[in-house]
């Protein structure tokens, strides 16, 4: 079958709405008789809530509620669960509303709803609350010290789980007899998602039907009404639906189930009214779920061929003050588990310890995980050239997995699909000019520049996931994917996908596929998503899993759709269904053309069945639900090449290269696209982004004045390119593309950074790489040296 | 996203916004608003009433008297950063506009707001400074001329006196003057965590600093150390070393003292070059 | 509740005469009182340029501003720019360079770039950069934007249309 779509670069179907603003997130809608919330926040870390008295607030003209934790927990609704468990995991309660006491700066004490945002917001104000503070503890490391305050009572250690994966005896034993080892202390800085949407949510209840609707900024609606219907709400699942419609954007931020989407639900039916509820930014900068926050000690062993024998990570893991959905998956499975990257290292072992802390939650954040072992592993690889005195990308080849070594299996769980990760290294340095760029280097450093290359090959995990294997490892859900394809009578034809879009041109990509796989114009196929009411039931979308999964999905319900079609066509055509070929957008009598019936002949008869066979469901629709069987493994090589300004610290990117094999690219301008967002996202972490939190829990880098996104000027063009290495299982031998680019260019610029600073005898320094810090570091070395 | 409720009283003329701010002692003015706005928006700022005073027409435009440029207190930045008298006259202001904000900030901060406001990590203070400017007010005892020197009494605080309106600012022009802005800007805010104007005018140098401390300050040392000296690489680099010392310098994530007080002399060597063309 | 000023506004071409409170930002107005939905909130600090618009023929931030602020003016935005059928040449330029993903800058981000060729029809990409420092994008690594300005840029100047791949 001739691809008309697959591989085109196609403008999105999405944006004529985005550019003439016609889109529609939750912030634009309103409802008749629309009610709007604000919270009301403790300013404190931890505190006893010793009293809230709301009458002022109730006697401001407009109030309608004043909602209370203990109000909502009298109610019946529970708190709000994890969906990942360990053995011996610690789930204290996580109320929409506290009760008790304030675990975090932003935790919600209570909820104002009122006629208008307006009076919402200044009766907020006049909500008196009696705190009386508390010791905090913001550093996960500080939490895990006797003596350290408790975030909850029941947890007197703070201690959420602890993990391991690997056999530490063997890792133990190879470190014993090691060539060379080398060790970093690495701190893996706290980041806040910041998707440019703000959350917001709106429900409604319908008092005739006792129905729900909520439409909310979510990544993944029927989770959210799984988690609502199920255990906080107990409403009947069917009287629940969940909208999800245009979103601005998630990185994982919003596949959580959050308090204010409770709240609202609540107070809809108390009020009987409409209530909207919408983040300002300094609320997402202490609610939304954060990523990353890692305190690691990392090592690898060689032997004396440079080959690495063993790779040993103990880490700390800050989990914040409760457990949102995915959070106990993120520091374990998505991460211990990729510290094989690229290389053969035979022995593995990571162990963690995941503490609470008085800070927003962490969950997963683009790449959750893998950019954090990327991140650690290749600056052990880096750091370990340089003891071997080797140039790095060298060091590297050396221990790639060759080609004819897949399927691979690693010593921490994984096998990976397949790869040609050489391959993909050489062409990254060819495009590059990797030997020039050293030699360039060299000459500047004698003109007192300082450059440096960050060079790197990563693997991820992604397209989650195998639903048994997952499972069996905590998870408390399915990572299947399903699909409707339903073609109607004129064969036009409404796909239904559990995945959803939030910026990842799902429309255009999908619909490029299916209308391949029919072979119909791609203008008769529409996607349909983000909605429990119309799709049949599925997981959302996050770790890369939109496209290997959900399209699988899709195109094996399309499968089921073309050989409906054949029966439908062989009846037509008084010939055997074997005997149907479809080409050309037509089906036809293998060997006579001008025996044919088109997809539109066919979709009506399969409606009108008048002319139909007997043994036969009219009808044209299919559905499939696809479990894969592994997870896929993209990967590819990044090269950052930066210059530090030695009088200022300041670190400038030059040139960003990447070559990325994500399988075959169904649109290379949204899988570039992709790229080119996670890249910078990767480079805020590296250089500019860090939540900040003081000894007493504040958050000092909560809004944009002081946390640091990366701007226009902070980026450069990118040079990008494939290679391409099909997956072998499943349909299309697609791999995931949404988070490859975080969690490459992190490391990569943070190597890039590291190799500038070489000169200055820095070995190591943590991100982000700020003007001070690196000034600093430079500063305390050109001391030192002139001291000798 | 809401700002607590005021009274919006639009002034039309100088002599309204003067008389305004008599009946409503606790008003603020409202130029461009671009450091109000934010302010009252996170309720830290909470004023009776605003008085608009961005489109009094008496306060706006730059215009040349003799020897003088005179700057409207109402003008944009944009049209500052546009304007051919300044571009001629004053580059310098042209230069240090063009890295305030982003450009709709540009389209609505007025240089006026900007001085009266006082914020420690404003750009603007510092070319004033620099360039000798004579900032005039009126108030109800009638108008008066402050030294640019004496305008910046603390962080956001000013020489102006309560119920004055800062009108116009007197630059005088310095023909030949060789002048130029170094800034280090914040990375997330982009204010200047420092910023260095410098005017070289024959053999006398003026220099000032902003973001490093608690206002806009002249950089004394500098200015002694390089005024008669010729404007050679070697004499910049000689000149800029421990121009002010730490202790009382600013501090926040973006810089310590220590940090700050160093980027002052690097931006101080830029600027000079820059200005020297080397 | 503080007294309501009356103010006229002409937004995107018809004159709108509301009654409003003074503390009402432009966006809300914009948002709220006319339906305008085009014009995003992204932050609470004027920082992210989510809700830029034209104010008299100049791009400002409305959440940074009064409605009473635009009493007397002429307000563009995202809605009055261009339609589906007839786009501008930045909306086309957005569209052709997949200068968006999740779409929620964008509108800003349109306004923006609009400013910016009015001002500098030929803007170098340092210029481009530079321009666009007042509006944040999380998705698309300002890769496509950039050259979303560029095709505009060449589109208004006559100049033959890029290639959608390079």
């Known amino acids: 079958m001739a691809n008309k779509f697959f591989g085109k670069a196609m403008k999105r179907v999405e944006d004529p709405r985005f550019i003439t603003g016609t889109g529609n997130y939750t912030d634009d809608m309103s409802l008749p008789g629309m009610a709007e919330a604000a919270m009301v926040r403790s300013p404190y870390a931890h505190a006893h809530i010793k009293k809230i008295d709301a009458s002022r607030a109730l006697t401001y003209p407009g109030v309608l509620a004043v909602i209370t934790g203990q109000e909502m927990k009298d109610a019946g609704i529970n708190g709000i669960p994890t969906g990942w468990l360990h053995p011996g995991i610690k789930t204290p309660p996580h109320y929409a509303i506290t009760i008790d006491k304030a675990r975090h700066v932003g935790d919600i004490v209570a909820a104002v709803i009122a006629e208008s945002r307006q009076i919402a917001e200044d009766a907020a104000q006049l909500v008196e609350v009696d705190y009386e503070p508390l010791p905090a503890v913001a550093l996960g490391s500080d939490a895990l010290k006797p003596g350290a305050p408790a975030v909850h009572d029941d947890v007197p250690d703070n201690v959420c789980f602890t993990w391991s994966i690997g056999d530490k005896a063997a890792v133990d034993a190879a470190f014993a007899s090691a060539y060379k080892t080398v060790k970093l202390n690495l701190r893996n800085n706290r980041l806040v998602p910041n998707a440019m949407e703000p959350r917001a949510s709106l429900a409604q209840y319908l008092k005739a039907s006792d129905e729900y609707t909520l439409w909310t900024t979510s990544q993944n609606p029927h989770i959210h009404r799984l988690l609502i219907a199920a255990f906080i709400m107990g409403i009947p699942e069917h009287k629940l639906r969940v909208i999800a419609p245009d979103v601005g954007g998630g990185f994982g931020s919003k596949i959580y189930q959050y308090p204010e989407e409770i709240i609202v639900l609540y107070a809809a039916k108390k009020l009987n009214r409409p209530v909207k509820w919408t983040a300002r930014r300094s609320e997402s900068f202490v609610t939304d779920s954060h990523g990353r926050d890692h305190e690691t000690v990392a090592e690898m062993a060689v032997d004396q061929n440079g080959k690495i024998t063993a790779v040993r990570v103990d880490t700390i893991a800050n989990m914040g003050a409760y457990l949102t959905t995915f959070a106990p998956a993120v520091p374990t499975y998505l991460y211990g588990c990729l510290l094989a990257g690229t290389y053969t290292t035979p022995h593995i072992y990571c162990h963690v310890t995941a503490p609470f802390t008085h800070t927003t939650p962490v969950d997963a954040y683009r790449g959750a995980g893998r950019p954090e072992a990327t991140y650690l592993l290749e600056r052990l690889v880096d750091v370990m050239a340089h003891e071997l005195g080797m140039d790095p990308v060298e060091f590297r080849r050396k221990n790639l997995i060759p080609p004819d070594a897949f399927p691979y299996q690693t010593p921490v769980a994984l096998q990976y699909d397949s790869g040609n990760y050489e391959a993909n290294l050489d062409k990254a340095l060819e495009m590059v000019g990797y030997q020039d760029l050293r030699r360039q280097q060299a000459e500047l450093r004698k003109q007192g520049r300082y450059i440096g290359i960050g060079a790197i090959t990563f693997i991820e995990a992604c397209g989650l996931a195998p639903s048994a294997l997952v499972g069996s490892l905590g998870a408390q859900a399915g990572q299947w994917e399903s699909a409707l394809v339903r073609v109607m009578p004129t064969g036009k034809v409404e796909v239904f996908t559990g995945t959803h879009s939030h910026g990842q041109g799902h429309e255009t990509a999908f619909a490029q596929v299916v209308a391949d796989e029919l072979q119909i114009p791609v203008e008769d196929v529409v996607l349909v998503h983000g909605d429990t009411g119309r799709m049949p039931y599925g997981w959302g979308s996050y770790g890369s899993r939109s496209a290997p999964t959900g399209l699988s999905a899709i195109v094996l319900a399309t499968r089921k759709i073309t050989d409906k079609a054949k029966k439908i066509a062989a009846h037509l055509l008084e010939a055997s269904p074997d005997d149907i070929v479809h080409e050309d957008g037509k089906f036809m009598v293998k060997g006579v053309p001008d025996k044919a019936k088109t997809f539109f002949d066919i979709a009506l008869m399969a409606h009108l069945a008048h002319n139909y066979p007997a043994d036969l469901e009219p009808g044209l629709e299919a559905t499939h639900f696809y479990d894969p069987k592994n997870f896929v493994y993209p990967f590819g090589t990044h090269i950052a090449v930066v210059e530090v300004d030695p009088d200022t610290g300041k670190v400038k990117l030059l040139r960003y290269l990447s070559v990325d094999d994500c399988g075959p690219v169904i649109n290379p301008l949204i899988a570039d696209g992709q790229v080119h967002g996670g890249i910078a996202q990767g480079l805020g972490q590296a250089l500019l982004e860090e939540a900040v939190y003081d000894k007493e829990g504040q958050i000092l880098s909560g809004n944009f004045l002081e946390y640091t996104l990366p701007r226009a000027d902070d980026m450069v063009q990118i040079e990008h390119d494939h290679t391409v290495t099909p997956c072998p299982h499943n349909p299309l031998g697609i791999k995931g593309i949404g988070e490859a680019g975080t969690i490459a260019s992190t490391a990569a610029v943070a190597n890039a950074v590291m190799d500038a600073l070489r000169p200055f005898g820095i070995v190591h320094l943590d991100m982000p790489y700020t003007p001070e810090k690196v000034w600093r570091a430079i500063h305390g070395s050109r001391l030192a040296q002139a001291a000798d | ?278 | 509740m503080a007294d309501k000023v009356h103010i006229k506004v002409v937004v995107n071409g018809v004159e709108r005469h509301s009654e409003v409170e003074p503390r009402l930002l432009l966006v809300h107005y914009l948002r709220e009182t006319l339906g305008l939905t085009g014009t995003h909130v992204g932050c609470d600090t004027s920082q992210c340029g989510a809700c830029t618009v034209h104010v008299d023929g100049q791009a400002v931030k409305s959440c940074t501003m009064f409605a009473v602020q635009a009493d007397g003016s002429s307000v563009t935005t995202i809605e009055g720019l261009g339609s589906p059928g007839s786009l501008h040449p930045v909306q086309e330029g957005f569209w052709e360079m997949h200068g968006l993903q999740c779409g929620f800058c964008t509108p800003g981000m349109i306004m923006a770039t609009v400013d910016l060729l009015n001002k500098n029809p030929n803007p170098s990409e340092a210029e481009i950069r530079h321009a666009l420092e007042g509006n944040y994008c999380r998705c698309t690594g300002y890769h496509n934007i950039v050259r979303a300005v560029q095709y505009a840029a060449d589109k208004m100047a006559g100049k033959v249309g890029v290639a959608a791949d390079d």
């Open chain 2, 1 to 278: 996203m809401y700002t607590s409720e005021f009274a919006y009283k639009k002034a039309n003329s100088v002599a309204e916004a003067l008389s305004l701010l008599q009946q409503h002692p606790d008003a603020k003015l409202l130029a461009g608003g671009h450091s109000l706005i934010p302010t009252m928006k996170l309720r830290l700022a909470a004023p009776s009433a605003l008085i608009d005073i961005s489109k009094v027409a008496e306060l706006r435009g730059v215009r040349k008297e003799n020897d003088t440029l005179v700057i409207g207190a109402m003008t944009t930045y944009h049209e500052l950063e546009t304007s051919n008298l300044l571009k001629a006259h004053c580059p310098l202001l042209p230069q240090a506009v063009y890295l305030i904000g982003d450009p709709m900030v540009r389209a609505k901060g007025t240089i006026g707001g900007s001085l009266a406001h006082a914020d420690p990590a404003a750009d603007l203070p510092a070319s004033m400074l620099a360039l000798g400017a004579k900032i005039k007010a009126q108030g109800p005892n009638g108008t008066r001329v402050i030294e640019a020197d004496d305008f910046f009494t603390g962080m956001f605080s000013t020489a102006l006196q309560e119920g004055e309106i800062l009108t116009e600012i007197h630059i005088p022009i310095l023909e030949g003057a060789k002048m130029a802005y170094a800034k280090f800007p914040h990375p997330a805010s982009r204010y200047a965590v420092v910023g260095v104007a410098v005017v070289v005018d024959g053999g006398n140098v003026r220099a000032a600093v902003t973001g490093a401390g608690e206002h806009a300050m002249r950089l004394g040392k500098l200015e002694q150390a390089l005024s008669g000296q010729p404007l050679t690489t070697a004499n910049i680099a000689a000149a800029c070393q421990g121009l002010l010392s730490p202790g009382n310098l600013n501090h926040d994530l973006a810089a310590s003292r220590e940090y700050r007080a160093h980027l002052v002399d690097v931006m101080a060597k830029r600027a000079l070059m820059q200005a020297a063309g080397l």
